[in-house]
């Protein structure tokens, strides 16, 4: 078994050394360095190894049906049927899918993020929008990875690891659609982003969660969010007061659609997680600003985030002006959502 596993590896990386770069548009490969270019070659390394392994039958049945520049993560695993024996793979080739995706996302992000700041004349609002639905899709793929995490249902782990992988694959096609629009004056930013980026996948067994697969639909979800009330972060005087999600939000009144089927839904800035309480002094040295500071416990995890917000736009600006490493999450009730999944709740409360 181990020596079937190694020759599939070094298969793998011949092939992965050998292909042409055609993971890059050629419309942003100029952009990247030549220290980029070879981090973001490992990257597509790891994902090519864990296509091999995890697809290898589907390999050896498409052939050369799928052109190399077309063929990723998404349209292999169309019609992938997660069982016993592909949930152990999913598992197995794991680390090799979220290592080389945000390996990938770090290096696009960083460009993409850079001129989106520098857009003071919003020449770009088209990638403004892109922008949030990939930040959509990570926070999303770092939910399901948390519920990877969970042990006892080999096959819900396995789906939700699964959906982790379209996530960031689909973040990766965004960012470089994204990018390769900055760099032709965003031409043609009539297309429909994810027509070729997520096929109609099969509904997870983890969660009934209703998957947007167009981009055209998530900016719309974003765009329809917005006329929900706005609820401006709580100041409080010190970081070091905590909220536990046990306790009654202090100083938060939630908006009546919110309260409309007696469920809170807010998102959050999530900026710490460990497996014990951690102390105010550590969280003080991630975050020491006066928003308030939100502690929630649940799959044997602390998670600590900045303030409760009735919007994602809301809530993603937080997390720019607090000028920390976190993302955003969801939450209903006492219980983490996907940020997707808050986003169409509440659009049809307001509906």
């Not at 039958?57 to 190399?68: C, K, N, T, W, Y």
């Not at 992938?80 to 197995?92: A, F, Q, W």
């Not at 509904?203 to 697969?213: D, G, M």
């Not at 809301?314 to 002006?321: D, E, G, H, I, V």
């Amino acid at each position: 078994m181990k020596f079937c596993k190694w020759i599939i590896t070094i298969t793998a990386l011949l092939f992965s050394f050998n292909a042409k770069s055609q993971h890059i548009p050629d419309d942003i490969k100029n952009w990247l360095s030549s220290g980029e270019l070879s981090k973001i070659k490992k990257a597509e390394i790891r994902i090519d190894q864990g296509e091999q392994i995890l697809f290898a039958q589907q390999l050896r049945d498409v052939g050369d049906s799928i052109p190399e520049e077309n063929r990723n993560y998404l349209n292999l695993s169309e019609n992938l049927l997660i069982n016993k024996k592909t949930s152990r793979l999913l598992l197995e080739t794991k680390a090799y899918f979220e290592s080389g995706y945000e390996s990938k996302l770090e290096i696009y992000k960083n460009y993409l993020d850079h001129y989106l700041k520098v857009d003071t004349l919003n020449k770009y609002p088209k990638s403004n929008l892109i922008n949030d639905s990939i930040d959509i899709y990570v926070s999303d793929a770092r939910f399901f990875r948390d519920k990877s995490e969970i042990k006892g249902n080999l096959i819900a782990a396995a789906n939700a690891i699964h959906q982790s992988n379209k996530n960031l694959q689909s973040a990766v096609l965004l960012c470089e659609k994204a990018l390769v629009y900055i760099k032709n004056g965003e031409q043609n930013t009539e297309l429909s982003l994810l027509d070729q980026a997520e096929p109609e996948t099969k509904p997870l067994v983890v969660q009934e969660i209703t998957v947007v697969t167009e981009e055209k639909k998530a900016i719309q979800s974003k765009e329809e969010i917005k006329p929900a009330i706005t609820q401006q972060p709580v100041q409080k005087e010190s970081a070091t007061i905590i909220t536990k999600a046990t306790e009654e939000p202090k100083e938060t009144k939630p908006s009546t659609a919110i309260n409309k089927d007696s469920d809170e839904i807010y998102f959050t800035v999530q900026i710490l997680a460990d497996k014990k309480p951690v102390p105010n002094e550590r969280i003080k040295k991630v975050y020491n600003g006066n928003l308030e500071i939100i502690e929630n416990q649940g799959d044997g995890w602390y998670r600590y985030s900045l303030g409760k917000y009735n919007n994602y736009t809301a809530a993603k600006k937080a997390l720019q002006n607090a000028n920390v490493k976190g993302y955003v999450v969801a939450y209903k009730n006492k219980t983490r959502i996907s940020v997707r999944e808050a986003i169409t709740y509440l659009q049809k409360l307001n509906q």
